[in-house]
């Protein structure tokens, strides 16, 4: 069973060629979840967010995309998330969250892919792997 995506609208450019995937270098999810969007045959934008800023509105459209609130895109649990704040069970609005997210990106809770309009979550790094296309070229050329 493919991992769900979801439909992108709006402010983020989206092609179809393109394989967008926004992750941190400082997880290793968010590594392994990199190298297999890379080992894709399309273009791939990388975009680390512990080394990029991502607006607000980028977050907001992703977690909307998603159909999850701000919040769901962070791990409270990461020990940059507790060390400022706590109790991971606080309650803030979202505009609170997208600053959380702004000022401290390492605590993003998984990698998220962009190819075309669609949107994915990437829990796992082989979750994309499902989303790849098949490469048959090598079949067709053994069969000339």
């Known amino acids: 069973m493919l991992p769900q995506s979801h439909i992108l609208m709006g402010i983020i450019a989206n092609n179809d060629n393109e394989i967008r995937i926004y992750y941190s270098s400082e997880t290793s999810i968010g590594k392994q979840a990199y190298a297999y969007v ?3 045959e399309k273009k791939v934008l990388g975009i680390d967010v512990s080394k990029t800023k991502v607006p607000g509105s980028h977050w907001a459209e992703m977690a909307e995309a998603l159909n999850v609130g701000i919040e769901k895109l962070i791990n409270r649990e990461h020990p940059d998330f507790v060390k ?3 109790n991971k069970n606080i309650d803030l609005d979202q505009h609170d969250w997208l600053r ?3 000022n401290h990106p390492e605590t993003l809770a998984f990698p998220i892919v962009l190819m075309g ?3 994915i979550k990437i829990k796992s790094p082989s979750d994309f792997v499902k989303y790849m296309e098949p490469n048959t070229r090598h079949i067709e050329d053994s069969n000339q």
């Open 117 to 119: 309009k669609k949107v």
């Open 38 to 40: 890379v080992s894709s």
């Open 84 to 86: 400022h704040y706590g």
């Open 100 to 102: 959380i997210l702004e």
